[in-house]
C-alpha cells in the first residue's frame, strides 16, 4: 500500500459526534504509553500527525485522521479513516473522568458501524499484562474484530520480544481456542509496517466490495 496523504480531521468528545460512517476505519488502542502515536505516525510516514506526548494519558477524545492510499503508483487513490482512541489503563485521573473515557470508548467500539477492525496495541518488553488481556476478551465479548500488534520490538532483544509473544499467547490460550492475527513492529526501525498497511489494505478490498 502506497500512502498518498494523511490528515488530521476532527477530535470527537463521543461516538455520536464522529464524522460520517461513509468509509472503511480502522482504530488504534493500547495501554498509555505503548506507542501509538509514534506507531501510527510511522504507517503514515508522518511524524506530526499523531502527537506523541512523554505523559501517559494525552489522547482523550476520539481522533479521525483521513488517509488516502493506493496500491501502487499508478493505482487510484481509496480514503479510509484511521483513529486514534484514547488508552485503557489510564494515568493520573479521576475516577468520573475515567469512567467517561471508558463509556466513551465502550460506545464507540459497539456503535460505529463502519469500524471494519480495531488494533490493539501491546508493548513487547513486557510479559503479559492483565488489562490487556482483559482488554482482549471484552472486544471478544462484544464481537469486534481486532488485530494485536506487538510494539517497541526495537528496545528489546529478538529472543525477548518473541518470549513475550509467545508468553502473551500462551496465557490466551488459558481461555481462547483460536488466536488472532498478530504484527511485531517497531516505529523506530519501520518494523511491520508493509505487512500492517497490507492487512488494511486487503480489509479495504473486502469492506469495499461489500458496498
Not at 502506497?2 to 488502542?29: G, M, N, V
Not at 503479559?128 to 471478544?140: T, Y
Request: charged share 25%.
Amino acid at each position: 500500500m502506497l500512502i498518498r496523504k494523511a490528515e488530521y480531521l476532527i477530535s470527537s468528545p463521543s461516538f455520536d459526534k464522529c464524522p460520517k460512517p461513509d468509509k472503511p476505519e480502522y482504530a488504534f488502542i493500547g495501554r498509555s504509553n505503548v506507542g501509538k502515536s509514534s506507531l501510527i505516525n510511522m504507517l503514515c510516514r508522518n511524524n506530526k500527525l499523531a502527537k506523541t506526548s512523554s505523559a501517559p494519558g494525552k489522547t482523550q477524545m476520539i481522533n479521525h485522521f483521513v488517509v488516502t492510499s493506493a496500491a501502487s503508483e499508478k493505482s487510484p487513490s481509496e480514503k479510509w479513516y484511521l483513529v486514534d482512541l484514547p488508552g485503557y489503563g489510564f494515568a493520573k485521573v479521576s475516577q468520573s473522568s475515567r469512567r467517561k473515557w471508558e463509556q466513551m470508548i465502550e460506545n464507540y467500539l459497539r456503535k460505529r458501524e463502519n469500524l471494519v477492525n480495531v488494533f490493539v496495541l501491546i508493548d513487547s518488553r513486557h510479559k503479559p499484562q492483565k488489562l490487556d488481556l482483559e482488554f482482549i476478551n471484552q472486544l471478544d465479548l462484544w464481537e469486534i474484530p481486532f488485530t494485536l500488534v506487538f510494539t517497541k520490538s526495537d528496545k528489546e532483544k529478538p529472543g525477548a520480544v518473541q518470549a513475550n509473544v509467545k508468553a502473551f499467547f500462551d496465557k490466551m490460550l488459558e481461555t481462547w481456542q483460536f488466536l488472532p492475527r498478530y504484527f511485531v513492529t517497531s516505529a523506530e526501525k519501520m518494523q511491520g509496517r508493509e505487512d500492517v498497511l497490507q492487512f488494511i489494505a486487503d480489509c479495504n478490498k473486502e469492506a469495499l466490495s461489500e458496498e
